[in-house]
């Protein structure tokens, strides 16, 4: 993926599933409607994961959307990932970026803090997220963070993803904020139809 450019819409976080097959199974038909997918699993083996992060990150490829790790540096330069996503304990954005190339995709997580999005934005990531804004089924424990995050970074000029409990349903106040990416798990992938729930996602952009 040539540049470090995201496309306003769905962020497509996958769920955790200890079967490989079942968890590409589940996330493949969804790609179509996703502006990028990051690889999330916190219960499969790491050879697993490997093997399963190599088969999406060629699936991305052919969707013509990054392909993005959570967490691991190294398991995103093993997979040749367009990027990475990096929590406040995983590591610095600096670190990352010498590992991976300058045209990497950096995320950082930002939770309910400005100032962590300054130092983010000014350290060199391409993306910063903040959240849950909504209760997570994800996370139930996760900070929460206030609307008004999405307005006040504006002025940052890299785009800003909403993520915790978002459904197509509460939603819109979060785009008109500014939200350029709603980062999702369950909420697309425990939808009873979880394409209509993709597309109701990426009809809100």
């Keep these: 993926m040539p540049g470090r450019r995201l496309q306003r819409g769905l962020y497509l976080i996958t769920p955790d599933e200890r079967d490989g097959e079942r968890l590409l199974a589940r996330t493949l038909p969804l790609l179509p409607f996703a502006s990028c997918l990051q690889l999330r699993n916190k219960v499969m083996d790491a050879g697993a994961l490997r093997d399963v992060g190599a088969r999406l990150r ?15 540096v190294e398991l995103a330069r093993s997979l040749d990932a367009d990027g990475i996503h990096l929590g406040e304990h995983d590591g610095a954005i600096g670190e990352a970026r010498a590992r991976l190339g300058r045209d990497a995709i950096i995320g950082a ?26 209760p997570s089924p994800t996370k139930p424990h996760a900070r929460r963070a206030n609307i008004d995050l999405l307005r006040d970074s504006a002025g940052l000029g890299v785009p800003r993803v909403a993520i915790g409990g978002i459904t197509p349903d509460n939603a819109r106040p979060l785009v008109d904020a500014g939200a350029d990416l709603l980062a999702v798990i369950s909420g697309v992938f425990d939808a009873p139809d979880p394409i209509a729930a993709a597309r109701a996602y990426l009809s809100l952009f």
């Design 58 to 72: 060629t699936a991305c490829a052919v969707a013509r959307i990054p392909f993005i790790v959570n967490d691991d």
């Design 109 to 134: 997580s930002c939770y309910d803090n400005l100032q962590l999005a300054c130092d983010a934005a000014a350290a060199g990531a391409d993306y910063i997220a903040f959240g849950a804004f909504f």
